[in-house]
């Protein structure tokens, strides 16, 4: 019985991994960096899927893109970098109790070097954000 348990979460876990997105650097034209997000076969997570009480909400939704945003805004100011916004690569949220929680892996760019962060936004029912989060991704 524990051996089958391990198979199944051995499994799970070699799904998950196939279906996470890898960050691979490129030259672009003008030789300007680029972040490229490379998926194995079409979309990783059939949309509306929940993980970990976690939702996936689309890079290009509004809300995604407006607390990308606010994160590199509020990064900025506490941190005195001149970061740029560029995409949403991944977008997460769920709800908790006082609102809601968005976890985003957000490109920013400072010059021509383009560079991954992992970003986590709460949201109260009044729509106030605060930043909890904001990491470089290695």
């Known amino acids: 019985m524990a051996q089958k348990s391990v198979s199944y979460l051995m499994l799970f876990a070699l799904l ?23 998926y194995s076969g079409g979309s990783p997570v059939p ?9 996936f ?13 606010f994160s590199i805004e509020e990064n900025n100011k506490k941190s005195n970098q001149k ?9 997460l949220w769920k709800k908790v109790a006082q609102g809601a929680e968005y976890r985003l892996v957000v490109l920013a760019v400072v ?9 986590e936004v709460a949201v109260d029912e009044k729509n106030d954000k605060r930043l909890v989060r904001f990491e470089k991704l290695h």
């Open 57 to 69: 909400l689309s890079s290009k939704d509004a809300k995604a893109i407006e607390l990308a945003k």
């Open 16 to 38: 998950l991994a196939a279906s996470l997105p890898r960050l691979s650097s490129s030259a672009a034209a003008g030789g300007r960096k680029a972040l490229e997000v490379e």
């Open 111 to 119: 010059g021509d070097e383009p560079d991954a962060y992992d970003a």
């Open 83 to 91: 970061l740029k916004y560029d995409a949403v690569l991944e977008a």
């Open 47 to 55: 949309p509306g899927t929940n993980f970990g009480g976690y939702n």
